[in-house]
């Protein structure tokens, strides 16, 4: 029994009807990826009759009219699968495709861009009213750090007014010495070395001292001096 026109078609029944064998239009497939089969479980192919269309017009660019797939794909890519498909018909011709413009990219809006205007104020009017902010009285001045209690700065003083001058210095108080304190502890009380730089004249006092004690002692026995 005859499918009607609407019905899906095997790939055995579209290479029968197109008279090209199955593995030629598995390769179309492959190369014309417009080709698009519904595919059930197992992997078979149901072509719908747009299907059957493109695969007639790409067999008629390809066997009749000597293009090769590249000059198809082109086609395909320029032209679209509606104008392929519609080389079924014989009153198409070839030249007929290959008048059709291809769609014309839209051209970017270049809308003018406003040029942004500017707004005069008259401020005449306020001028001549009299309208500017009257002085402000020291009463009226915002408080300074001085009434804060924290300054920022230091004041400098007025100029020509005189500058109290620093106390003088107290005198250094002259050291008092004890009466039970002998001379011999105040030289053990120097810093150790105090008396290194003197060492000459301290060796001359000693041996005067010395002397002096030999003749005291001498006086002490009753001898004469």
Do not use: C
């Not at 014309?32 to 059957?52: E, L, T």
């Not at 030249?95 to 291809?102: E, F, G, S, T, Y």
């Not at 000459?200 to 006092?205: D, F, K, N, S, V």
């Amino acid at each position: 029994m005859d499918k009607s026109p609407e019905a899906f078609r095997t790939i055995s029944e579209v290479a029968e009807q197109l008279d090209t064998p199955a593995h030629v239009l598995r390769f179309w497939e492959s190369r014309f990826p417009q080709i698009k089969p519904v595919k059930r479980a197992g992997g078979r192919r149901y072509y719908r009759p747009s299907d059957v269309a493109l695969l007639t017009g790409i067999k008629r660019l390809l066997h009749d009219e000597g293009l090769t797939i590249r000059g198809v794909q082109k086609i395909l890519r320029d032209h679209g699968v509606r104008q392929v498909a519609g080389l079924t018909d014989d009153s198409v011709t070839l030249d007929d495709l290959a008048v059709i413009p291809a769609p014309p990219a839209p051209a970017p809006v270049t809308a003018p861009v406003p040029e942004s205007g500017f707004i005069h104020i008259d401020d005449s009017t306020e001028a001549s009213a009299g309208t500017a902010e009257p002085p402000r009285s020291a009463a009226a001045r915002p408080a300074t750090s001085a009434q804060t209690g924290l300054p920022l700065f230091d004041a400098p003083p007025a100029f020509g007014t005189a500058t109290a001058a620093p106390p003088a210095p107290a005198a250094p108080r002259k050291p008092t010495r004890r009466d039970d304190v002998t001379f011999a502890s105040l030289i053990r009380a120097l810093p150790p070395g105090a008396l290194r730089p003197r060492t000459p004249e301290i060796a001359g006092i000693a041996q005067r001292l010395r002397a002096l004690r030999d003749r005291l002692a001498v006086r002490a026995e009753g001898g004469n001096d």
